[in-house]
């Protein structure tokens, strides 16, 4: 797993879910199903993709209900389609109902991230570019979006704030300039002894030749640019520093924007910018259920 996949992330995660969904107590289930009655359901896939979420459903499973078995039938990352069962749970039929719209609120929107990472990455695969994710996130529920797109095979660019220095164009313009705005970073990192990577924004080839007269900076981001521009500012950095492409890129636009030579693609639409895969959770009913 990424290292932002703790099991004390997850646990605070799922907690928060169930106070949010449950609160003080699934009360359908309650009225309508005996606490003691046994169950069966399968995650029914309804149209092709990839499925992610498979190992957080089973914590969620486990976490409300520890006697509850799950059967995996497809792992995540797998390409699905139609038809296809994801897993089985069996235990108390009560404890499936309650755990059902989390489980699926949960997997429908990873595996509409995975889907998506998995099919802007495969457009790629013949360049030397990562394809990346952006903070553009759910609030709360970034580290599940960032797991999928890794599922999806994308990799994760920083997870938050605190883990990566980078100079957008408003730090830029409220610093005075990008001199200013790298002169300060580093002053501060070194101030507060910190080891982290800086990363600064660029909007034009003066803008490029400024950061790389200046120095300092680990990566170098082209935004917006077109890619003439972005041809000639990999070459003018000519690998002094890594580079990563931004702004706006959808599946029309990467192809180019890959073979312009960059390291790193980021897309914030992975996250953002997503249709939740149509699974659904189904109860299994025995022949003697049938009959009564």
Same mark, same amino acid.
């Given at each position: 797993m990424q290292e932002y996949l703790t099991k004390e992330r997850l646990t605070s995660f799922i907690q928060a879910a169930f106070q949010e969904d449950v609160g003080e %107590?699934?009360? !359908?289930?309650?009225? =309508?199903?005996? =606490?003691? +009655?046994?169950?069966?359901? +399968?995650?029914l896939i309804k149209e092709p993709g990839v499925i992610a979420g498979l190992e957080l459903a089973k914590m969620i499973f486990h976490f409300h209900d520890p006697e509850l078995q799950v059967e995996t039938q497809v792992a995540d990352g797998q390409t699905v389609g139609p038809g296809q069962i994801g897993f089985w749970v069996t235990g108390k039929a009560a404890s499936i109902l309650t755990t059902e719209r989390l489980v699926l609120n949960c997997m429908q929107r990873m595996s509409g991230i995975a889907t998506k990472t998995k099919a802007m990455h495969a457009l790629i695969q013949h360049t030397n570019a990562r394809l990346l994710d952006t903070r553009k996130t759910t609030p709360n529920f970034r580290m599940l979006e960032k797991w999928a797109v890794s599922i999806g095979g994308g990799k994760?660019? &920083? #997870?938050?704030?605190?883990?990566?220095?980078?100079?957008?164009?408003?730090?830029?313009? #409220?610093?005075?300039?990008? !001199?200013? *705005?790298?002169?300060? *970073?580093?002053?501060?990192? +070194? &101030?507060?002894?910190?080891?982290?990577?800086?990363?600064?924004?660029?909007? !034009?080839?003066?803008?490029?030749?400024? @950061?790389? &007269? @200046? $120095? %300092?900076?680990?990566?170098?981001?082209?935004?917006?640019?077109?890619?003439?521009?972005?041809?000639? *500012? @990999?070459?003018?950095? $000519?690998g002094r520093y890594e580079t990563e492409a931004s702004g706006g890129i959808d599946e029309q636009r990467i192809v180019p924007i890959a073979e312009s030579g960059v390291d790193y693609i980021s897309v914030g639409a992975l996250t953002h910018h997503v249709k939740s895969l149509d699974i659904s959770l189904k109860a299994v009913r025995s022949p003697q259920q049938i009959a009564d």
């Open positions: %107590g699934d009360h !359908s289930t309650l009225a =309508a199903v005996p =606490a003691d +009655q046994p169950g069966k359901a +399968q995650l994760n660019h &920083r #997870f938050a704030l605190y883990d990566m220095i980078m100079l957008k164009d408003n730090h830029i313009d #409220f610093a005075g300039g990008i !001199s200013r *705005a790298i002169t300060a *970073a580093k002053t501060y990192l +070194q &101030r507060e002894e910190l080891n982290l990577k800086i990363e600064i924004e660029t909007r !034009s080839l003066d803008e490029v030749r400024e @950061v790389m &007269r @200046v $120095g %300092g900076v680990d990566i170098i981001m082209l935004d917006n640019m077109d890619v003439p521009t972005m041809k000639e *500012a @990999v070459r003018m950095i $000519g």
